[in-house]
C-alpha cells in the first residue's frame, strides 16, 4: 500500500468518526485533508525511531493535550509531533522540518502557563523522553538530558552528596526552567539564577548540526541558552551543569499573618534581609485562608504566610541561621507558626509544591510577574486588589534575596532582588475571561516596581510586548541577532505573539 493510499484511509476513517454532522463542519473548514493539501509528507519520518503524530491521526489530539501539563490546553495544532528517544531523533526531525518548511518548537516538561510548545502548524519535538543522568563526583559536575525531571536529578545528585538549584516543583524537566534562568531550590547560595550553573550545552541548530555551546565554544550560543527562554532558536537536547555540596541539615519555619498586617510583615522582612545568610530562601505568599468560612467576605478571608528554608551542614548550624526570623516582629502576633521543622528535599516537594497545593494543582493558569529591588512596596500596592481575588487558588510569591548580579556571559537581565509572580489558577474553562481580568489588573500595580520580568513567567498570550521587558535593550537586540546567524532560514518559531 502506498503511503498516499495509506493517508487517504486514515482520512476516511477519521471522517466516519466524526458522524455526518461533525463530518459536514470537517469538510467545511478542510481540516481533516489539511496535510495532504499543503504537501506535509505523511507516516514515519526518516531516521527518527521516536514516535511521530501526525494532525490526521486518530490519536493526535490526546497526544496534544499531554503536551501540556496543565489544564490550560491552547487552541494552536501542530502537523506533527515527534517524541524523541534520543538525540538522533532530534537531530533528524528537525533536518526533516526545515526540508519541508515546517517551523519546529520543542518541548520538555510543558509546565508554562501560556502552553508555548504548541504552535499552530509546524513540528513540535517533544524531549520529554530524553532523560538520561550522569553524575562526575571528582568534577562536581552532571551531564542531564533536558527532559530529566526536578526529583530525579536532586535525588541521583544528593546519592553522591551533592545538589543542583532544581525547581521547586518535582515534575518541572530542566529544558524549559534552566533555559528561562531558573529559581531554584536555595538559588542564592548557588549563584543566583539555575541557568549561571550551565557550564556548557549541546544544541540542534536549524540546519540539523549538533554544536556544544561553552566558553572556549560557541559561547555566544552558550550566552542565549542562560536565559533566553521560550524563544531560542535551537533545541538543547542536553545541559552540562555545576553541582554543590549537599546541605546535611534543611530546617523550615512559617509564620502566617492576616492580611491586614501585611505592612509589618513586609517591614520585618526588609530589616531581615538586609543581613540574612543566602543559605536562607524566603518565600511570601499573599494566599486564601483555607480555614475562612464559605460565606467570609474576600476582604477577611486573605492571608500572608511567610517561609524561611535554611539549608545547612549541621541542625546547629541551621537553627542558628533561622534566629532572625524567630526574634522578629514575624515571630509575634501570629494567626500560626511552625519552627524549624526538619525536611529533606524529597519532603520538601511533597509538603510545599505537590500536586494537593495552588502552586502544584493541574488546573487552568494565568501568571505574570515583576523582578524587583522593592518586594514589601509591590506587595502592599497589590494587597487591596488580592483581596478581590477571583480565585480560591490564586496567590502572589514573592521569592527574596536572590542576589542577582548582570553578567556578561548570560543573556538573563532582569536584575533585582526579588521575584514577585501573580497566579490565577481556576478550574472551570468558562471562567477564563474573569480570571484573566483579574490578572490583567495586577499589572499596573506591579510595574512600577519592575527592574524587568522573568521570561519563563509572563502572560505572552495577552501581553507578547512583555517578552522584550524580559531582556536589557542590548541583550534584546544581541538576541535577535544571534537568531539571524543560527537560524537563517527561520526553522524555529519565536517567542509567543513575535512570530
Known sequence: MTQARFSRRQVLKRLASLGAIGAMG??????????????????????????????????????????????????????????????????????????????????????KSTGVSLRDGGLL???????????????????????????????????????????????????????????????????????F?????????????????????????????????????????????????????????????SLDNLEKVTKSLDKIMKTRDERVEVITLLMHNPEAPSDAPPESSKICMVTAFAFGNSDQETRSLLEPFSKSDLARNTLAKVETNPYTFAELYGKFFSQNVAAGMRARYAVDNVITDDPGGTLRALAEHFKQSTSVHNHVLAAYGTKMKARDDACFSSIGDTFVGCYAIWEDEKEDEMHFQWLDKTLPLIDPFANGHYVNEVESRRHPERIAKCFSKENWRRLQALRHKYDPNGVFHDYLGHG
Not at 82 to 87: F, G, K, L, M, Y
Not at 145 to 168: D, R, Y
Request: charged share 20%.
Open 26 to 111: 470537517s469538510l467545511r473548514s478542510f481540516s481533516l485533508f489539511a496535510n495532504e493539501q499543503r504537501g506535509h509528507p505523511t507516516g514515519a519520518l526518516p531516521g527518527v525511531k521516536g514516535r511521530v503524530v501526525h494532525r490526521y491521526d486518530d490519536d493526535y489530539e490526546a497526544v496534544r493535550q499531554s503536551i501540556v501539563w496543565h489544564k490550560s490546553k491552547p487552541g494552536r495544532y501542530p502537523d506533527v509531533i515527534v517524541q524523541a528517544r534520543s538525540e538522533q531523533d532530534v537531530i533528524n526531525a528537525v533536518k526533516f522540518a526545515a526540508k519541508n518548511n515546517l517551523k519546529v518548537t520543542t518541548r520538555s516538561g510543558g509546565h
Open 125 to 195: 519535538v517533544d524531549v520529554f523522553s530524553l532523560n538520561d543522568i550522569q553524575i562526575d563526583v571528582n568534577r562536581k559536575m552532571a551531564s542531564v538530558q533536558s527532559g530529566v525531571k526536578s526529583a530525579h536529578l536532586i535525588s541521583v545528585a544528593n546519592e553522591q552528596g551533592l545538589a543542583f538549584p532544581v525547581p521547586h516543583c518535582p515534575s518541572v524537566a530542566l529544558g524549559g526552567f534552566l533555559m528561562g534562568g531558573g529559581f531554584g531550590w536555595n538559588y542564592a547560595h548557588r549563584g543566583g539564577m539555575s541557568c
Open 197 to 257: 550553573s550551565v557550564e556548557a550545552a549541546e544544541i540542534v541548530t536549524g540546519e540539523g548540526k549538533l554544536l556544544m555551546a561553552s566558553a572556549d565554544q560557541n559561547s555566544d550560543l552558550l550566552w542565549a541558552v542562560r536565559g533566553a527562554g521560550p524563544g531560542f532558536f535551537g533545541v538543547v537536547t542536553r545541559f552540562h551543569l555545576k553541582l554543590y555540596p549537599m546541605p546535611t541539615s534543611i530546617l523550615v519555619s512559617s509564620y502566617i499573618h
